[in-house]
């Protein structure tokens, strides 16, 4: 579905944000992008979405390069592609409804949605959304009335809307509680395998990330050190990825942690709740 070959992104400072990355990300896998600050994780899924324009390589969407497209093209190739922001990027003064409309702006065009005049058949899809991700009971709660986890969900469902082939995910529990968490991420690899969507999440929680990805890729210094199984993230692998440190002490923290967080009431809100 997605395919990086070669992808090069060298700043006019000079940094050098990614080096030769090359990433393949099938139909239906939800990637997590692992690694220290400035490793280049939010570089690739800029680049991937043309938001940064690469130095050199190719980024290939669905077998059609989109290294270089431009204006209607580049449009085009953007509706393929979802996005989840760690910020929610809503706009508050709108409804819940709204904000999700708002993922078919680049389909029904500026004019018909300033005049909320979107088709019936996009209505009923929100609807639909709204309800997987449970919030059919906040559809006319402005954005600014929401939860961090709620804005999170509203996000989600707006990504959805697109009717994307890949989705971006930047950090999408930075701000949320550990439980949220944990429900936000079940939630969006959830859809993702239900819609078969290619998936790539920049994370910072390796935990969280191992419990729920596919596949880990980990970057330091704009290059891939570490591509595979969550699993496989032994300390030598962290200590590769993120410098020296007692992943081992850390490791037996979460392990405690997720033993004290194995209640019935917390099991029960993992397994249904809604913030």
């Keep these: 579905m997605l395919k990086l070959k070669g992808l090069t992104k060298r700043y ?3 940094d050098l944000a990614l080096n030769d990355i090359d990433l393949d990300v099938p139909a239906g896998q939800v990637l997590a992008l692992i690694g220290p600050s400035g490793a280049g994780k939010s570089t690739l899924i800029r680049c991937v979405n043309r938001l940064v324009e690469p130095t050199s390589g190719s980024i290939e969407l669905d077998s ?3 290294t270089n497209v431009r204006g209607g093209r580049l449009r085009q190739a953007r509706r393929q592609i ?6 929610y990027a809503l706009v508050e003064r709108l ?9 078919r702006l ?3 065009g500026f004019w018909r949605s300033y005049f909320r005049k979107f088709p019936q058949s996009d209505i009923q899809q929100a609807f639909e959304l709204l309800e997987r991700v449970g919030l059919e009971t906040m559809l006319d709660k402005r954005g600014d009335a929401l939860s961090g986890g709620q804005k999170q969900r509203v996000g989600i469902a707006r990504a959805l809307m697109q009717n994307p082939k890949l989705l971006l995910v930047d950090e999408p529990t930075a701000s949320l509680d550990p ?8 939630l969006i690899c959830e859809l993702c395998q239900e819609q078969n969507l290619a998936t790539i999440i ?12 596919h596949r880990v890729v980990g970057l330091r210094a704009g290059e891939i050190v570490y591509d595979g199984a969550p699993d496989g993230l032994s300390p030598e692998i962290l200590t590769t990825i993120y410098g020296e440190e007692d992943w081992s002490a850390d490791k037996h923290d979460d392990d405690q942690g997720a033993s004290e967080a194995k209640g019935p009431d917390v099991e029960a809100a993992l397994l249904g709740g809604h913030p």
């Design 95 to 103: 409804s819940v409804m709204e904000n999700v409309l708002s993922g």
């Design 82 to 87: 979802g996005m989840i922001f760690q910020n």
């Design 106 to 108: 680049a389909y029904v």
């Design 179 to 186: 439980k949220t968490s944990r429900q936000i991420m079940r």
């Design 202 to 213: 920049n994370i910072h929680d390796v935990a969280l990330a191992q419990q729920f990805v």
């Design 64 to 66: 059609k390069d989109i």
């Design 12 to 14: 006019a400072t000079g």
